[in-house]
């Protein structure tokens, strides 16, 4: 009975330690590719009555078992674990057929079956010809899922609108401006624009009282916070290649942007800080 050749089932043959760690990598990186396994005696490589090395495998969902066997070998799916270990063919599945061929010692003439792991559960497989699967020609086989590939992920935080980023960014006299011209809703949904925003110290130099004038007249405080719109989203280094240029604001007038000595002037004003960037365009 040992003289028989085996039935070998083809998936790169691994060890059960090598394949419980392709398992554990396949889980880590979300492995999708599918690769095919070779079960049967570790000696020859064919599903033979020498007990089957290892007689447990571990595979992934999709994955290929193939096996090769010859001289009186066949292949089933035992019906449950319980069968398995009696040997007890009840309710069993061929899965393929008995095999007469080879015998010169070089397993030559052998036969082919190749299985796919299509769903994650465990099969319990043995050789019904005679008293093979009592003499250990069986395998235990557990099919894992195949991880899923993780989706890609963005780690940059979400932006703002321009108006989320003026109130994080301490534009604390600028945003109640916005809000107070009725500019907000279109600040925080529309665009893209720039913005050349004042800051707080800015609003502080002006003249006394103008500030409060200016938020009692809400056509005039519209016309200024517009002068300091532009439709587009414009980079300091378009800036920089660009000046000296005039940009048309959403106000209706032009501003005219230079560069000095590295630093940017709108008009006459320093820009302090550069590309402070929003959902829906850039503050400067």
């Known amino acids: 009975e040992n003289s028989h050749s085996c039935y070998s089932c083809t998936m790169s043959r691994r060890p059960i330690t090598y394949t419980s760690f392709l398992l554990a990598l396949h889980s880590l990186l979300g492995t999708t590719s599918a690769s095919s396994v070779t079960v049967g005696s570790a000696a ?80 319990y497989i043995a050789c019904q010809v005679g008293n093979h699967c ?32 003026a ?3 301490g534009f604390n006299t600028l945003v109640a401006a916005v809000q107070a011209a009725g500019l907000a809703g279109t600040l925080a949904t529309g665009g893209p624009f720039t913005v050349f925003a004042p800051t ?16 009692a007249d809400v056509v005039q405080l519209k016309e200024v916070l517009l002068y300091h719109v532009v439709s587009g989203d414009i980079s300091s280094a378009e800036v920089f290649r660009q000046a000296p240029t005039k ?11 230079r560069v000095e000595a590295s630093k940017v002037f709108v008009g006459s004003s ?15």
């Open 270 to 284: 320093t820009v302090e800080a550069v590309d402070i960037a929003a959902s829906n365009g850039v503050i400067h």
């Open 44 to 123: 020859s490589g064919f599903w033979s009555l020498i007990p089957s090395d290892p007689e447990t495998y571990t595979v992934m969902q999709g994955d290929t078992l193939t096996f090769r066997y010859s001289r009186g070998h066949n292949v089933w799916l035992m019906a449950s674990q319980q069968k398995y270990t009696n040997c007890n063919f009840d309710g069993a599945t061929e899965l393929a057929g008995i095999s007469y061929g080879g015998g010169d010692g070089t397993y030559s003439n052998y036969n082919v079956y190749e299985l796919k792991a299509e769903t994650a559960s465990t099969m």
């Open 134 to 165: 009592a003499y250990g020609q069986k395998i235990t086989i557990t099919v894992s899922p195949r991880a899923t590939p993780p989706s890609t992920l963005s780690l940059a935080p979400s932006l703002g609108s321009i108006v989320d980023v």
């Open 167 to 169: 109130i994080g960014g």
């Open 200 to 215: 707080d110290a800015a609003f502080a130099a002006l003249p006394v009282g103008k500030l409060n004038s200016l938020l």
């Open 247 to 257: 940009l048309s604001t959403l106000q209706g007038a032009d501003v005219s942007l």
